[in-house]
């Protein structure tokens, strides 16, 4: 089998027809996943559907796949799928919810089979937000440390601070994660070595605001509710309908009996270069990781 870039060698001609054919077919799914979308409500008019059975939530830290699984809910025509930055919101461009009485009388209006929503920032009260909407349940989705800081530096570089700021901050002016991003950097520069560079420091700082973020997971129990359920991106990306179904019945629904055809890449977990992350730091991530991996060994 030959490379892209031998094929422009010996074959420019095929090489151009290669990629013309992908991109056609990525305009082509697009289109297709966006007339999908669009009829959504109209499917659940036609079904007589009322107000949804149940709600589920997705939560987690940023990079660890909650973005795919989001897609894989939106697969569901049965589904009403509230993203990061939504009606949920206090404005457009903002991941900040509204009251919680809001939520709940926003998911209940919707005319479909089930919600789904996608916080991160609501990560931070997950009992609250099950105990405020019946009939509802919550995934944690994590991802392995390295994987996410180089997810996060190729996404962002060494802006992700900057734009937390700019999403992340509640109608009153109240930047909800300042303590957080403080405390962190405080501790990436008590920890690291004081002769690396600003891009360790940065993966360094990166690194720690996983720590912070997943070990919320552990701190609110969630594998001992069984509204929730933690789950690794492996196990999603290894087996993302058999996951699909389990989400739906813990709020006692079936899997879909049609969906929109989407792909699951299952794409390993990315090898730390040397010296990627400071000692100390990638030790805890080593540790938490493990915790989680037990945490959904007992909520499966």
């Not at 289109?31 to 949804?52: C, D, I, L, T, Y």
């Not at 700019?166 to 070595?193: C, F, H, K, P, S």
């Not at 990306?237 to 058999?242: D, F, H, L, R, V």
Request: aromatic share 8%.
């Amino acid at each position: 089998m030959t490379t892209v870039a031998e094929d422009r060698r010996v074959n420019p001609g095929a090489a151009l027809l290669k990629r013309v054919a992908a991109s056609l077919a990525s305009r082509t799914e697009a289109a297709a996943w966006r007339a999908f979308e669009a009829s959504k409500p109209a499917f659940n008019v036609v079904s007589g559907r009322q107000a949804p059975a149940a709600h589920l939530f997705v939560f987690g830290c940023q990079r660890s796949g909650t973005t795919h699984l989001e897609r894989l809910f939106r697969a569901d025509p049965r589904s009403a799928v509230h993203g990061e930055f939504s009606g949920l919101s206090i404005r457009p461009d903002s991941t900040v919810w509204r009251p919680m009485f809001e939520i709940r009388a926003e998911l209940g209006r919707q005319r479909c089979g089930y919600t789904v929503s996608r916080s991160l920032l609501a990560s931070d009260f997950v009992a609250e937000v099950l105990d405020a909407v019946p009939n509802s349940a919550a995934v944690w989705l994590y991802r392995d440390a390295p994987s996410v800081v180089r997810s996060m530096v190729n996404k962002w570089g060494r802006d992700f601070r900057a734009i937390s700021e700019r999403v992340e901050t509640d109608a009153e002016g109240g930047w909800r994660l300042r303590e957080l991003w403080d405390a962190v950097e405080q501790e990436a520069d008590r920890m690291g070595d004081p002769a690396r560079d600003e891009d360790a420091r940065i993966r360094d700082i990166y690194a720690l605001y996983w720590l912070r973020r997943n070990r919320i997971a552990l701190e609110a129990g969630l594998a001992g509710d069984p509204r929730t359920m933690v789950l690794s991106y492996e196990t999603l990306t290894t087996a993302p309908e058999q996951t699909v179904a389990r989400l739906l019945s813990m709020v006692g629904l079936r899997p879909p009996g049609v969906r929109f055809p989407l792909e699951t890449r299952s794409r390993p977990g990315l090898a730390a270069k040397p010296d990627m992350l400071s000692r100390e730091v990638e030790a805890r991530c080593d540790a938490l990781y493990r915790e989680l991996a037990e945490q959904e060994a007992r909520s499966s």
